[in-house]
C-alpha cells in the first residue's frame, strides 16, 4: 500500500474511525454514514474506493445500502442497482463525481478522500 493510501485512509478514519477498509480492489466502507433528511433513515451504510492514484485519478460514485427509494415510492435519478461491491451484493450506485478534485502532494493542502467521503451528504440531500 502507498504512503499516500496510507495517509488518505488515515485521514478519513479523523472523521469516520469506523472505516472499513479491503485492500483487494480498494474498498471502503462506512457502516453507518449520517444521512440527510428526507430519507427516513438515520444512518446507511455507504461503500465508495479508492484509486491506485489518488493524485492523477478522481474517484467516481458511492454505493449504499440498504437501497433508497424517494419518499414517494421511486428510484432517486442517477441510481442503479442492487449491484455488488467488495462488502456485497445489496447496494444501490450513486453516480456522483468531485466538484473540482484538485489534489496536491500534502494532502491536507488540496482535495482529498475525507473532502469526497463528505461531499456524499450533498449528493444525498438531492432527494430526487
Not at 433528511?37 to 485519478?57: K, P, T, V, Y
Not at 496536491?104 to 438531492?126: I, Y
Request: with cysteine.
Amino acid at each position: 500500500m502507498s504512503q499516500r493510501l496510507e495517509a488518505e485512509l488515515a485521514l478519513v478514519r479523523t472523521a469516520f474511525p469506523d472505516l472499513e477498509f479491503l485492500a483487494d480492489g480498494l474498498w471502503a466502507r462506512v457502516p453507518a454514514y449520517p444521512m440527510p433528511e428526507g430519507w427516513g433513515l438515520e444512518h446507511a451504510e455507504i461503500a465508495f474506493q479508492f484509486r491506485r492514484d489518488s493524485i492523477a485519478e478522481e474517484p467516481y460514485g458511492f454505493w449504499v445500502s440498504p437501497p433508497l427509494t424517494l419518499p414517494g415510492g421511486g428510484t432517486p435519478t442517477n441510481t442503479s442497482g442492487p449491484v455488488a461491491t467488495g462488502f456485497g451484493n445489496n447496494f444501490q450506485q450513486f453516480s456522483w463525481a468531485p466538484d473540482g478534485w484538485a489534489p496536491a502532494v500534502d494532502l491536507r493542502c488540496g482535495t482529498n478522500m475525507l473532502n469526497w467521503v463528505r461531499s456524499f451528504r450533498k449528493r444525498l440531500a438531492e432527494i430526487g
